[in-house]
């Protein structure tokens, strides 16, 4: 049986080996074959796809989401532009959390100007903040 087994395609896709088990387990990378001896053989390919999951993730994709990338790739009648659409949605889920982080640093630098950092933690304007639910500050 030729191939890859389970640390050499770790290696080669820049991963841990817990990550191929992971990816195995989420249905990402499809279940290899085994030797007489128990060993896992990967084809060449999985190195390919082991390295598009990372590339993708690391673009903000989650696994489900890759998933179905991986999907599309595989279907015969899925176009471009299906896969377009998915990362045009991604790019508006980013920007969300964009405005949904930079709300936060604003708020954050509104509590630091209002503490002068000295006095008693017992007075410190962030943790009264942090205390008072809900009332606008």
Request: hydrophobic share 35%; with cysteine; glycine share 6%.
């Amino acid at each position: 049986m030729t191939g890859l087994k389970i640390g050499e395609l770790a290696k080669q896709a820049t991963v841990n080996l817990q990550t191929i088990r992971y990816y195995e387990r989420r249905g990402l990378l499809p279940r290899p074959p085994r030797t007489v001896s128990n060993y896992r053989v990967y084809p060449r390919e999985a190195v390919v796809r082991v390295r598009f999951i990372k590339r993708a993730q690391e673009l903000g994709f989650t696994l489900k989401e890759i998933k179905e990338l991986l999907s599309l790739r595989a279907a015969p009648r899925a176009r471009c532009a299906d896969v377009r659409e998915r990362a045009e949605i991604k790019v508006r889920d980013i920007d969300d959390k964009v405005r949904t982080l930079q709300s936060m640093r604003k708020a954050l630098h509104k509590l630091i100007g209002e503490c002068s950092g000295n006095g008693p933690v017992s007075r410190c304007p962030i943790l009264e903040a942090l205390d008072s639910e809900g009332e606008e500050r």
